[in-house]
């Protein structure tokens, strides 16, 4: 049984950093499509970042330069460093594995299965 637990999120300023780790169960990092999510109330749920089984890497447009995603097998640890914080990056972010990348939006977090963590929420404020 695969189980994902998100961590490390909170308050922070504009400008502020946070860095969210998924302790992982039951997975290798790296032999499955995985990935991180972040949904606000009444908007769909929105794939950040994901790293394929074949190393590839991707970001949304509105994460990219400011995110970096990675992970460390020996610890079963992937992780989201987020700096550059904005406003509009405040929502509840989720780890995910076993994912189709290419869905990059769904109406709900875990509508398109996979494994998920239960989220942790990050708040930006001004």
């Known amino acids: 049984e695969v189980q994902l637990v998100e961590s490390g999120g909170g308050a922070v300023e504009t400008g502020g950093s946070l860095r969210l780790s998924c302790q992982a169960s039951?997975?290798?990092?790296?032999?499955?499509?995985t990935g991180w999510y972040r949904q606000t109330p009444g908007h769909e749920c929105e794939l950040v970042s994901s790293i394929r089984s074949d190393g590839m890497i991707y970001y949304s447009d509105s994460v990219k330069d400011r995110f970096t995603v990675s992970y460390d097998n020996t610890k079963s640890m992937m992780y989201l460093q987020m700096n550059g914080l904005k406003i509009e990056d405040t929502a509840v972010y989720y780890c995910?594995?076993?994912?189709?990348?290419?869905?990059?939006?769904?109406?709900?977090?875990?509508?398109?299965?996979?494994?998920w963590g239960q989220g942790t929420q990050v708040t930006v404020s001004s």
């Open positions: 995910a594995a076993d994912i189709l990348p290419t869905v990059r939006y769904m109406m709900f977090c875990g509508a398109d299965g996979g494994s």
């Open positions: 039951g997975i290798n990092f790296g032999e499955t499509d």
